[in-house]
Structures are given as structure tokens and as C-alpha cells.
């Protein structure tokens, strides 16, 4: 249940926007009574704050399933960083994009759960980068927070224009760009 | 006077939402008359689409003085591309992210506007991409036009984690990001 109000509400803030969605219209849309939706929630703010934070809570329960995986290569644990990502488009590019426009209407405190959560992720994206330079996989010339935040726009970026429906399918997509992050435009 | 306009809008946009911004509250905030907006703009949704339509026309316009001189290298004009849009953080940063979150709110018409002048950038930086190709500068088994929106995503990504005014300057972040797409993570 908890799942359908998230669906339901994502998709009513991305047509009318946050402001505009009362909670009547999320229960409406998906035919429940008020009480089961504050059963669940207490606010429409923290119900904005869920869908992001389950997320991105995911995506990091996932991302520790191969950080420690001694038998991957740095290169392999980007890749799978990336699909990781990538593959979630499908089902969540909606929520990510509701969240990040939507995201001032959280109060301070709920920010700031979020923040801690993606900041997370982020480093552990910076230790393979950092792991990478140690065993010589990588080089030790660049700044490993500034190459951590570009990897992780180009990955992130890509809800905004990629139909994981299209002609590329994400497995190449993200070889593409691992590929080009790793050896170079020049090869 | 039309830049005042623009200014102050963004500013209230990005505190209070498009939505909950009336066009008194954006003279009042700088302290003219109504009539002087409705002579620069016809609505507040015309004034949304200037503000982006602004920002990325002068990108635009700006790409266009380097884009075809034939002494620079492939890989120079992805850097000047990097740091044209880098550099107008500190400038447009805000904008940026007023257009992204408010969209919705413009008519069909005009995101099409905005769109193809987006698109024409794009298509200029994969230009880039394909000029270097040929040459030999890049590689060619990577898809020209997803590597474009790789590099694009990490550099229009920076607008919402990079402070201009914090440890590493603009040119300093454009180096790393070229110099790891260009040469690789390996070196």
C-alpha cells in the first residue's frame, strides 16, 4: 500500500506539481480513504521525503553489495555503480525527477536526511576512485572528489534524456561511458 | 531594465516557486510599476521562457566565435565549450536551476523554443566529438552522440554541487574534466 500512495503521488506532482496536489487528490487517484494514507505518512512533506529517501536508500543497500567484493576490480565496481544508476531509470526517473524539483518544499531537517544519505553514496564512489589510485588501476594526477562528482553527474544526468526504451540499451550505455571515463576519448 | 526584471524574478522564483510568485510581488521587489513589466513581458510564463531562452542563447552565441576556428584542436574547443558553461554558474547558476525546477509551467510552444536551442548546443559540441574523430584526435568506436550527452551531463551537472568561490577555481575544475575525458582515468 505504502508503494501505490508513493506511485500514485508521483505521478500527481509531476502532472500538477507538489503545491498544487492536495492530499484528497493522491487518495482519490488511488481509491484509499485519508486514514489509510496517514496510516503511512504523517505529511505530504514527508511523503515527499520518503519517495526519495527509498530511493536512494536503495540505490546505497545495493551499492554495499560490491563495494567490499575484493574479487572486482575498481574499473568493475564503477560499471556496476553506473548500471546500478542507469537501471533504475526505468522504474524511479520519475520520483528523482519530482524529487530534485520539489525538493524546497522539505523542511530543513528532512534535507538534510536526504543529503546525508546521497553524500554517502557519493564517497563511497570517491573510495573506488581512491582504491583505484592505490593499486595503480588509476592515475594519481586528478582529484579524486572532483572526478567522483563529474562520474556521478554524467551518470545521473542521464534521466533527463535517456529512453532506457530507445535504441541503446543500458548494459551499452554505461559501457559506453565507463569506457570513455576510463581510457580516454582518445583511447 | 529588462535585466533587473529578470534578476529579480529569478530570485523570487527560486525562494518562493513560480507558482506562489505574483507579478506585484516581482515589481515590488524592485520597485517599479506593472506597467513596466507587461512592457518588457506579456505574462509571467513569457518572462520564465526569457530567462532560460537568455541564458542559453548567449551559450550559444558564444559557442558560435570558437566553433569554427580552424586553430584549435577538437580537444580545445570541448574546454572552451566546458568552461563557457562552468563559468556562468556564478552568473546563471540560479537561473538554471529556476528554469529546470519550473518548466512545467511553460506552454508546449514554448519548451519547444527552448528545446531546439538546447539542441542546436548539443549538436555542436557532438559536431566537436565527430570533427576529432575524423581527424584522428578521438577514438571511433565509442557512439558519437552518446559521449555528447556524457560530457554534457557532467558539465551541466556541476550547477548544483560546485561553489565558484570555494577551494577550486573554474579553469581547475574545466582541466580535470577534459583531461580525464580526454586521456582517461588510466592516463
Avoid: C
Avoid at 525538493?103 to 546525508?116: M, S, T
Avoid at 570517491?126 to 551518470?155: P, Y
Avoid at 545521473?156 to 559501457?175: C, F
Wanted: proline share 1%; net charge neutral; hydrophobic share 35%.
Amino acid at each position: 500500500m505504502q508503494d501505490r500512495i508513493i506511485e500514485g503521488s508521483v505521478d500527481l506532482f509531476d502532472k500538477k506539481g507538489f503545491s498544487k496536489t492536495s492530499i484528497q487528490d493522491i487518495v482519490d487517484s488511488i481509491g484509499v480513504s485519508k486514514g489509510t494514507f496517514y496510516y503511512y505518512f504523517n505529511s505530504k512533506q514527508e511523503l515527499l521525503r520518503d519517495i526519495h529517501l527509498n530511493y536512494i536508500q536503495n540505490l546505497l543497500d545495493n551499492q554495499m553489495i560490491y563495494m567490499n567484493d575484493s574479487t572486482l576490480s575498481n574499473r568493475e565496481k564503477l560499471q556496476k555503480m553506473g548500471y546500478l544508476i542507469i537501471s533504475g531509470i526505468r522504474k524511479s526517473g520519475k520520483s528523482a525527477r519530482v524529487f530534485n524539483r520539489e525538493v524546497r518544499h522539505l523542511e530543513e531537517e528532512h534535507i538534510k536526511q536526504v543529503h546525508a544519505i546521497r553524500r554517502e553514496f557519493r564517497m563511497n564512489v570517491q573510495r573506488i576512485i581512491e582504491a583505484g589510485i592505490k593499486n595503480g588501476e588509476f592515475r594519481s594526477d586528478l582529484r579524486s572528489d572532483i572526478v567522483t562528482f563529474g562520474i556521478l553527474g554524467m551518470v545521473n544526468r542521464t534521466y533527463s534524456w535517456y529512453d532506457p526504451d530507445g535504441e541503446v540499451k543500458e548494459e551499452e550505455l554505461v559501457d559506453i561511458f565507463i569506457e570513455m571515463l576510463v581510457n580516454g576519448l582518445k583511447g
